[in-house]
């Protein structure tokens, strides 16, 4: 079992960067693949990015390619969302999620952070 908590989320205005981090407890984070997911305001939660149990594989919805990065730190359990050319339609919670098999979809993923709020102001 894995327990999540994420930070940096924070009120920007477009254009900026942010640097999302999710901290997991355990000593088998690295037998997970984690992933990033988002969730608007009246909208279902969405793939955001997600990334391989040695970081070999990555995979990002279209829309933020070129703009985000994902990224992990096995030695200290913890993965990365870098947030770079930020626009209003970023704004939502962000959560990571461990699973045992990367996946696009948030019913693949076992454990779930309690989020943290990413809002852009244009």
């Known amino acids: 079992q894995v327990q999540l908590v994420e930070s940096g989320g924070g009120l920007v205005q477009a254009g900026a960067s942010l640097r999302l981090s999710c901290a997991a407890s355990g000593r088998t984070f690295s037998s997970y693949a984690m992933g990033w997911f988002r969730q608007a305001p009246g909208k279902e939660r969405e793939f955001v990015a997600h990334i391989s149990q040695t970081g070999g594989v990555i995979s990002y919805r279209d829309s933020v390619k070129g703009r985000f990065t994902i990224s992990r730190d096995n030695a200290k359990n913890t993965v990365y969302l870098q947030m770079n050319s930020l626009k209003p339609e970023d704004t939502a919670a962000y959560y990571c999620?461990?699973?045992?098999?990367?996946?696009?979809?948030?019913?693949?993923?076992?454990?779930w952070g309690q989020g943290t709020q990413v809002t852009v102001s244009s």
């Open positions: 999620a461990a699973a045992s098999t990367l996946g696009r979809t948030s019913l693949e993923y076992s454990y």
